[in-house]
């Protein structure tokens, strides 16, 4: 393993975090900390920690010894001052003496000798952080430490390949246990820089911060060349096949598969590389990759063991749905058996978690990964590859080997685990949102409010430079897409289905205003804003659709019609017409899918400032009514300017009234000639 250390680097962290007010010793443990935290054969998503023992003055105005340790919820990788909370240290080592302490009670003290008590809560660690008597400790589950201890005899064979410098030691879940046997260990032979935790991960550590990482380094290295000398024997392979379908065509039938109900949405996340299809494609997968994860911590994103599917060869879609039906069935049963034994054997009343898969292996395909917004299914899927490969590479050179059943289902119910990810469920989470004409105004505002409720939102945009722009901002998923192109539309669809398993909710926005007295306009000038303003809106809701009803999990169409649908405006006729047969289409996904939980609802918005409605276009508007332009922005009920946050609303009000379909709904500021009934 590259040892990436740089003194020119380190000196430039210590003048940086000097000028924000932080010392020498908290710069050169951020430094370490993200050398660490960036490479992902040490750790990944906010895995493993680091610790650095100093002095910090308090409220009072008094110096205290404290430990900066990584807090719940930091990644080592982007780490800041404020991710490393200080915890008062001679508390902490006051505690040696104690024989027990409940999770609870531990992490209660911990925070309550915080010096800082709107600081993160310290790691599940630190007592075994500040028990070393090292003022630099790190931790990492680095992935050729864990081939090397997760393996029958792994214990002994560790033994011999590390120095009289290192501990070996057995499984002990992480807390205040854990951290009193690393006290034992280390009373018994101080002349030890590392230790490593069986089937957990290693601990290196040195009152520089230099020398603890470059022991770290030095150790995980030596498991490499270790590992590079053993007796590889490839793991046999199953018989290649197709299927006559694509990774998209079924995502959307195991994103509905997942749900236990309509109201119940995940997002799913499509991958395939060289590792996964190695694994996934193994003869025996079926058992090593139901032995548990690679580390503990790794069951609260990925669940104990994941869904297996092997599709026949050139099977059909139908034929895959009865078989990943009848799979779901089994993997639900499996994990309710799994929580029906553990749950007796552990402390404390457990009550179980869902019992749906965040990893789904579909063979000679690819590998499905769960979570409940894009970001959680891409950790279990990062968390699946390094699953993947430290498994297959033990399988390679002997068997795979976990800590028992009760003890991986401990750390996946245990509470300190679980408040990793748990947090204030948002409305719309789960949800997936495509929105047509999104780089524009209305477009744009409707993101940002379906964004706010926890949804995945897709921007879909004809203007590619705008799109550009856009997407140098934001980090949701713009696509370039001519939604009157059914090609196009298709091959964005495919693409949302890949990244996201489907789609719920999608907003109709895109649209061209046309000018011109109906008698005079020419056929192509007509038929092309059909095509705008009418076909697009088919061409995605049709396409949207198919995946839905793939799904079955409900869903939603939203179509921006216009108030010109009920009540023309002169000279507009030629977008009017094609708004009318809009407000038809609208109705008529109504009729067609309700019973299938799909709702279709419209909008008739009226005079606001987009890319639709310019500054030119809002004088020619005015001047056909005869009124200022200010007049005719206001020209309604309310007297008041009708602005695109306030269709956003409407889209958001409509999206997330269930028993609501077949409606329109207007946001004009009040105009009695445009209601509707």
């Not at 996964?276 to 790794?298: A, C, E, I, Q, W």
């Not at 550009?468 to 980090?475: A, E, F, G, M, V």
């Amino acid at each position: 393993m590259k040892n990436d250390w740089s003194n020119s680097e380190a000196i430039k962290f210590i003048k940086k975090y000097k000028n924000l007010g932080f010392s020498k010793d908290i710069a050169l443990r951020i430094y370490t900390s993200r050398l660490l935290g960036k490479n992902k054969e040490l750790v990944l998503h906010g895995g493993g920690n680091t610790s650095v023992k100093t002095r910090i003055k308090d409220i009072d105005g008094e110096k205290y010894e404290v430990l900066c340790v990584k807090g719940s919820g930091w990644d080592m990788a982007d780490i800041e001052p404020e991710g490393l909370p200080a915890v008062k240290l001679e508390p902490l080592l006051a505690m040696k003496k104690k024989k027990y302490l409940s999770d609870e009670d531990m992490v209660n003290f911990q925070k309550r000798n915080l010096i800082n008590i709107k600081s993160p809560n310290p790691s599940v660690e630190t007592f075994l952080h500040a028990f070393l008597p090292f003022k630099y400790v790190d931790h990492t589950h680095s992935n050729a430490i864990l081939n090397l201890t997760n393996r029958p005899g792994g214990l002994t064979f560790c033994k011999k390949i590390f120095s009289n410098k290192v501990s070996i030691v057995p499984y002990v879940m992480p807390g205040f246990i854990l951290a009193k046997k690393i006290n034992e260990i280390y009373l018994k032979n101080s002349n030890i820089n590392c230790l490593i935790l069986m089937n957990h991960g290693i601990f290196t550590f040195s009152d520089d911060a230099k020398d603890a990482y470059d022991l770290m380094i030095k150790y995980v290295s030596l498991a490499e060349r270790t590992i590079k000398k053993l007796k590889v024997k490839k793991i046999k392979q199953i018989k290649s096949f197709y299927t006559k379908f694509d990774a998209h065509e079924i995502a959307p039938i195991i994103r509905g598969l997942l749900s236990n109900s309509k109201d119940q949405k995940f997002v799913v996340n499509y991958r395939l590389n060289k590792t996964l299809k190695y694994f996934m494609n193994g003869k025996n997968v079926r058992s090593y990759s139901s032995k548990g994860t690679v580390t503990p911590d790794h069951v609260i994103r990925v669940k104990p063991f994941p869904l297996i599917i092997t599709p026949k060869k050139n099977s059909s879609i139908d034929e895959f749905k009865t078989s990943a039906i009848k799979a779901f069935e089994n993997y639900r049963k499996k994990y309710i058996n799994y929580f029906n034994i553990n749950k007796n054997k552990v402390k404390g009343k457990k009550v179980m978690l869902d019992t749906s898969p965040r990893v789904v292996l579909v063979q000679n395909v690819g590998v499905f990964t769960i979570g409940k917004d894009l970001n959680a299914a891409k950790i279990a899927g990062d968390l699946t590859e390094t699953n993947a490969k430290v498994i297959a590479s033990v399988e390679e050179t002997s068997t795979y080997k976990f800590i028992p059943e009760k003890d991986l289902f401990d750390v996946e119910y245990w509470s300190l685990e679980q408040a990793k990810i748990k947090r204030k469920k948002k409305l719309l989470e789960g949800n997936v949102v495509a929105i047509t004409g999104s780089t524009g105004t209305i477009g744009f505002a409707t993101y940002k409010m379906f964004k706010s409720h926890g949804a995945e939102v897709v921007l879909l945009d004809y203007n590619l430079e705008r799109l550009k722009n856009l997407q140098s901002k934001i980090k949701d998923l713009c696509i370039h897409c001519d939604v009157r192109k059914k090609k196009s539309v298709r091959k964005a669809f495919n693409q949302i289905c890949e990244k996201y398993g489907g789609v719920d909710i999608l907003i109709l926005n895109s649209g061209t205003a046309t000018n011109g007295a109906i008698g005079d306009i020419e056929d192509n000038i007509l038929r092309q804003s059909f095509e705008d303003n009418f076909f697009s809106h088919q061409n995605c809701a049709s396409e949207a659709i198919k995946i839905m009803k793939k799904q079955n999990i409900n869903g939603c169409l939203l179509f921006n019609i216009s108030k010109q649908s009920v009540n023309p405006g002169k000279n507009f006729g030629p977008y009017g017409l094609p708004k009318s047969a809009l407000l038809s289409l609208c109705k008529q996904y109504a009729v067609d899918y309700g019973s299938y939980g799909i709702r279709s609802n419209g909008v008739n918005a009226d005079r606001i400032r987009s890319g639709l409605m310019t500054d030119k276009m809002i004088k020619t508007r005015a001047k056909a009514r005869s009124v200022s332009t200010d007049d005719y922005m206001k020209g309604n009920l309310l007297l008041n300017e009708v602005k695109a946050e306030d269709v956003a609303k409407a889209f958001f009000h409509l999206a997330t009234s269930k028993k609501t379909t077949g409606a329109v709904l207007a946001v004009d500021g009040g105009n009695i000639a445009a209601s509707l009934r």
